[in-house]
Each structure stands twice: as structure tokens, then as C-alpha cells.
């Protein structure tokens, strides 16, 4: 039998920790250590109140508008187009990176929102929040569904199962041409062949058209997502994902029901990323099979994670940057930055297994002297 790592046993001390909080309240220590053991998430692992890390997210989100509102056409479309596959590498990274479950079919969900967000807009006449509320629910639902049967499978059988979605809805979205169009493609004004302009999404009492409109709402939403993960990390669930994510034994051997956890991350991940395909397939106006291939929708976004840093807040930012960025900004040298693209991931599975975020973190404790420990323990 193996022998828990450290990380292991600090997650799963972590997840009793809290729960024991949660049944009996904090009573010793000082007013400070009380609120910080009953709410650990107030503080994240460097120690920032929540207040400073959603004033933090509130601040760049304006930073990233500003910059886009002095950009021009190209540099919008960059900016927007790393913030949307930001939010998807975001969502993958509360199945992949907290519960550490190697989900490759992401793109099934991406593809399934954006065709919903499409259809309702372009055929039904929804507004936005009805096509967000049908595409979340469709895949809740599904993944509910699915997930008491792919989680009998583990590691890489987990991933085969899942990257089997992926690809069967792209396969769909190929061959149902009377409801998605086909190779030809569907509009947010319906089927291309009967032109007229693309329609925007109706998020009452706002109308999202203009390139800059939904640059403006992928910054807001991606700042909102950093700080609603900063939370879930510290909370009950967070730190069950995490010590299930380092051990499963260990975690079941600490009370936690390791299945049902699991099986909420997955679902929670591909409600989000379905959401988030609503507002993609809006902002692309038309979309196409050739959109949602398996590289690009669902192996792209494992890569900005592992990139960035898997489990951490900002690693899938940096992650995105990199491979979404990248190709957009040298797109003259295609050639030359699909080859950066893959010296980065060679680079990093073997310098930086932790990611960029891994190893700033190494770097920052080493200058600071300071060793890894559990917040909650600090006096």
C-alpha cells in the first residue's frame, strides 16, 4: 500500500477540519481565529481576505476593458477570445484541478451551449437568460446521468469515456444538419443560407452586440469565476475535490463520500462551460463543427490548465494567454507559434509540473524563507 504524501494529508485534514467547524462552531481563540476557522473561506492560501481578492478581480476586470477600449478591431478580438477560453479552461479546471478528475470531454458541453445559445436566439427567440437557464439544465441533467456510469471508470478509462463525448458531439453537430446546419454552419439569425444579420444576446436590461460589449462581459464573468473558486477552494467541497485529488483512499478513509463529490465537480464544471458556450457561440456570431474539434475544444483547455497551473485560481488565465493568445498574436508566423506553442508544454511537463502558478509559488517561498502550511493553522 502507497503512503499518503503530505498534500494528501494536509487536504484531508483540511476537509475535516472544516466540517468539523461547520457541525460545531469555532469556540477558543481570539475573535480573529474564530471567524477564521468558521469561515475559512474569507481567507485563501496566501492569506487575503475576501474582500481584497474580489477587490483584486474587480480592478483587473476594469484593467482588461480599458485596455481592450483603446485596441483595435484584431486586439479586441484577441483579448476576447483569450477571456472566453479562459472561462472554459476555468470551468475544466474545478473537475480537473480541484478533484482531480481527467475530464476530456468539455467540449461536448461547449458544444452543446453554444448550439443551444444559437438555436434559441436564431430559431425560438429566446433571450439570453432562457437560453443560458435550457443550456445549463440540459447539461446538469446529462451529466448527472452519465456520471453514474463514466465514474465506475477511473484514470485513464475516465479519460477515454469522456473524450468519447467530445467527439460524438462533434460528430452531431456534423451530421444533424436539419438542427445544427451541418458542415454549413447556424446562425444566431438561423440558417445561414437564408442570410440576415446575426442577432445579439438579450441579457435584460442589457443587450450584448458590440465586440467591445462582450470583451466587457468575459472580463466581468472571468473575474467573477477567479473569486467564486477562491471560495469554493476554501470551503467543505473545495477541500474534499482537493483530498480527493491526492488521495481517494485517504479521503474515504476521512469521511468523505469520495463518489458523490466527484460526480458534483463534473457536474458543476459542465453546467458552467455549457453556459459559457451560449455567450461563445454569440460572440462568434455563426458557428461551424469545425469550432468544437477535440484539439481545440476539449484538449486546448486541459492544456491552459496544466500550462497555468492545475488547481489554482489564475493558472488557467496564464494557461489561456499561451495557447489561445499566442497563435491570435503571431498569426503571421503560424508556423513558428505552433512550434512555441508545443516547446511551452514540452517545457513545462518537464521543468514546471505544478505550472507556471507551481512555480512562483516555489520561487516565493524560497525567497520568503516561508514553508507550506495550512492557513487555518496559522495563529
Request: charged share 15%.
Amino acid at each position: 500500500m502507497s503512503t499518503p504524501t503530505r498534500d494528501a494529508q494536509d487536504d484531508a485534514k483540511s476537509a475535516t477540519e472544516i466540517q468539523r467547524t461547520d457541525d460545531h462552531g469555532a469556540r477558543d481563540g481570539t475573535e480573529h481565529q474564530r471567524s477564521k476557522r468558521s469561515k475559512p473561506w474569507l481567507w485563501d492560501d496566501f492569506g487575503i481576505r475576501f474582500r481584497w481578492r474580489a477587490a483584486i478581480a474587480a480592478v483587473a476586470a476594469v484593467a482588461v476593458i480599458a485596455i481592450g477600449s483603446s485596441a483595435n478591431s484584431h486586439g479586441q478580438y484577441v483579448i476576447t477570445s483569450v477571456l472566453m477560453w479562459a472561462l472554459v479552461a476555468s470551468c475544466l479546471n474545478l473537475v480537473f484541478g480541484l478533484a482531480g478528475q481527467l475530464a476530456l470531454g468539455q467540449g461536448a458541453f461547449l458544444t452543446l451551449g453554444a448550439y443551444i445559445g444559437v438555436l434559441g436566439t436564431g430559431r425560438f427567440g429566446w433571450n439570453g437568460w432562457l437560453s443560458l437557464a435550457v443550456a445549463g439544465l440540459a447539461a446538469g441533467v446529462l451529466t448527472w446521468l452519465l456520471g453514474a456510469v463514466i465514474f465506475r471508470a477511473r484514470g485513464l478509462y475516465f479519460a477515454l469515456l469522456t473524450t468519447g463525448l467530445a467527439l460524438v458531439a462533434y460528430e452531431v453537430a456534423g451530421v444533424w444538419t436539419p438542427v445544427t446546419g451541418g458542415t454549413a454552419g447556424i446562425s444566431t439569425s438561423g440558417p445561414i443560407e437564408l442570410g440576415g444579420a446575426a442577432k445579439p444576446l438579450t441579457l435584460e436590461p442589457i443587450t450584448i452586440e458590440e465586440p467591445l460589449d462582450y470583451l466587457a462581459l468575459g472580463a466581468v464573468l472571468l473575474a467573477s469565476l477567479c473569486v467564486a473558486v477562491s471560495v469554493i477552494r476554501r470551503r467543505k467541497t473545495g477541500a474534499s475535490w482537493r483530498a480527493i485529488r491526492e488521495d481517494e483512499v485517504l479521503a474515504a478513509s476521512v469521511g468523505i463520500a469520495v463518489a458523490r463529490e466527484k460526480r458534483i465537480a463534473f457536474v458543476a464544471a459542465s453546467v458552467t462551460v455549457a453556459m459559457v458556450g451560449v455567450i461563445f457561440g454569440h460572440w462568434l456570431g455563426y458557428i461551424l463543427p469545425e469550432n468544437f474539434t477535440f484539439a481545440g475544444a476539449s484538449f486546448g483547455p486541459l492544456a491552459m490548465v496544466v500550462i497555468g497551473g492545475s488547481g489554482t485560481v489564475v493558472g488557467p488565465i496564464i494557461g489561456a494567454m499561451v495557447v489561445a493568445g499566442m497563435p491570435e498574436i503571431f498569426r503571421d508566423l503560424q508556423e513558428l507559434s505552433t512550434f512555441a506553442y508545443g516547446a511551452i508544454l514540452l517545457l513545462v511537463m518537464l521543468v514546471m509540473p505544478a505550472g507556471v502558478m507551481g512555480l512562483l509559488r516555489t520561487v516565493t517561498n524560497r525567497v520568503t524563507g516561508r514553508s507550506r502550511r495550512n492557513p487555518q493553522e496559522e495563529e
